[in-house]
């Protein structure tokens, strides 16, 4: 079973619009580390947060914002007044506790294309 | 913020040669490199995991001999796509992890065979 699922293949908005795109994740562990990165087209993952699984305080940074809610396992990802820049792939990550606490491998969603029109 | 380089961004090679590409940690102690791959409109497919001065640990599917994979410095690892293919043709990235247990990508190596 996919560890981390981003239902949304492809969304498309208009300059302004907000936009939240879905990530579901699956773990056994109580430890837990979900991530999100931006990867625009010229291939570089752009990290965008960090979150520990003791951690549900949504977040926001700007236009960014996080909800993150362990009781339907989701880390979803808002971004309001979407700009054409925001146009990317985002992708959704998983790691599990390895070995105390460092971090373990990555699992990664299918990721969401968002493109914004102006 | 720490920054992971690679080198080349981009290759083109014929079809039976073999293809070297670095990732170095420019300004942090690497403990673990991490290889992935990616092909157009998919997601990244982890490849390797290598610790320093340790043979890296293969994920299923993925042959050791074809990618070979050194991690010979706290700041530096190769993946080495030997007797390179047409169907090895993607986007490699490496990622690597430090002290803190940060995770940090390097910008990509898109590998196209001939």
């Known amino acids: 079973a996919q560890k981390v699922t981003q239902a949304q293949t492809e969304i498309s908005v208009v300059e302004k619009e907000d936009v939240t795109l879905d990530c579901v994740y699956e773990?056994?562990?109580?430890?837990?580390?979900l991530f999100w990165y931006k990867q625009p087209p010229s291939g570089e993952l752009v990290f965008l947060i960090r979150?520990?699984?003791?951690?549900?305080q949504n977040e926001i940074s700007g236009r960014y914002s996080w909800n993150f809610q362990k009781s339907t396992s989701s880390f979803n990802f808002t971004i309001t007044a979407s700009q054409v820049v925001d146009s990317a792939v985002y992708f959704c990550?998983?790691?599990?506790?390895?070995?105390?606490?460092?971090?373990?491998?990555?699992?990664f969603g299918r990721g969401t294309q968002l493109t914004v029109w102006p | 913020g720490a920054v992971v380089s690679q080198h080349p961004s981009w290759v083109i090679c014929k079809s039976g040669t073999s293809v070297k590409i670095e990732c170095r940690s420019l300004?942090?102690?690497?403990?673990?490199m991490f290889w992935y791959r990616q092909f157009p409109k998919q997601s990244l497919m982890l490849m390797a995991t290598?610790?320093?001065?340790?043979?890296?640990?293969?994920e299923q599917g993925v042959e050791k001999d074809k990618f070979l994979i050194n991690h010979a410095s706290l700041t530096l690892s190769t993946l080495t796509v030997t007797s390179a293919h047409p169907e090895d043709s993607s986007f490699y990235i490496c990622?690597?992890?430090?002290?803190?247990?940060?995770?940090?990508f390097g910008p990509g190596t898109r590998l196209t065979v001939t």
């Open positions: 990550a998983l790691s599990e506790r390895n070995r105390g606490s460092t971090l373990g491998r990555l699992y």
């Open positions: 990622s690597a992890r430090d002290l803190a247990a940060g995770r940090y």
């Open positions: 300004d942090f102690q690497a403990t673990t």
């Open positions: 773990t056994r562990d109580t430890t837990y580390y």
């Open positions: 290598s610790n320093e001065g340790s043979k890296a640990t293969y």
């Open positions: 979150r520990n699984s003791f951690d549900e």
